[in-house]
Nanobody
Framework: QVQLVESGGGSVQAGGSLRLSCAASKYTSSYCMGWFRQAPGKEREGVAS????????YYADSVKGRFTISQDNAKNTLYLQMNSLKPEDTAMYYC????????????????????WGQGTQVTVSS
């Protein structure tokens, strides 16, 4: 089973940028890879997803135009470039692996993803 390790979180002011990374222990082209976030007292929310085999990307409306999901297959690493950050982007961010391209969409669901990283905190101050 693939293992995932996130990094790159931190504290920034509104309008700033961060890039999150998610290192995977192995490459599986059939996977859908996703970024989720969870703020205190809120449900886990899908942010973006990418189909590893074809590279097709999907975004939640709340981050479209500001966040970019990408992958480096040679490094087995997933990225989330976050620009124009807002205080409401403050959350713990998780990367996750889903079993097939079928779970990739702009409305990814946590229950469809079986492998999770430990999370990395992003804090945006106003």
């Amino acid at each position: 089973q693939v293992q995932l390790v996130e990094s790159g979180g931190g504290s920034v002011q509104a309008g700033g940028s961060l890039r999150l990374s998610c290192a995977a222990s192995k490459y599986t082209s059939s996977y859908c890879m996703g970024w989720f976030r969870q703020a205190p007292g809120k449900e886990r929310e899908g942010v973006a997803s990418i189909y590893r085999g074809g590279g097709t990307t999907y975004y939640a409306d709340s981050v479209k135009g500001r966040f970019t999901i990408s992958q480096d297959n040679a490094k087995n690493t997933l990225y989330l470039q976050m620009n124009s950050l807002k205080p409401e982007d403050t959350a713990m961010y998780y990367c996750a692996a889903g079993p097939s391209w079928r779970v990739c969409s702009s409305s990814i669901r946590a229950r469809d993803f079986g492998v999770w990283g430990q999370g990395t905190q992003v804090t945006v101050s106003s």
